[in-house]
């Protein structure tokens, strides 16, 4: 194994989600694919081809209960930046909710931010 490309991230609906993460977040799409009734949906960050995350509608009643909580209370993944307040202030500009301010820890200045259901994402140093 070398390295993670994908983690896939359950959503109510594809259009809103991808909104959320291309306009709030500043991803791009990556691939967007209809195979019969399935949509492939894969956003990324510009200048980082390597890992994508697949968004998918949750159909199951047992999947849509992870809709927002796919990792509890905890964030799946974390976005690295080189000026966490930056980045901060730009996407509160957007409309995109916080949990806290940024703190400086022993690694670098970091935050927690939601997507539109409530997944912490974590903004942190690289």
Do not use: H
Request: glycine letters at 8%; one cysteine or more; proline letters at 5%.
């Amino acid at each position: 194994m070398r390295r993670l490309t994908l983690v896939k991230l359950l959503v109510k609906n594809y259009d809103e989600a991808l909104e959320f993460y291309t306009g709030k977040l500043a991803f791009e799409v990556a691939e967007d694919a209809t195979m019969g009734d399935y949509r492939w949906l894969l956003v990324r960050l510009p200048d980082n081809e390597e890992f994508r995350i697949n968004l998918d509608v949750a159909k199951s009643g047992e999947q849509k209960a992870l809709v927002g909580r796919q990792a509890a209370d905890l964030p799946p993944f974390g976005i690295d930046t080189d000026d966490c307040v930056r980045e901060c202030r730009a996407r509160k500009e957007r409309g995109v909710e916080f949990v806290g301010v940024p703190e400086v820890r022993p690694y670098g200045t970091g935050v927690l931010m939601k997507d539109l259901y409530g997944n912490k994402i974590y903004l942190n140093p690289d």
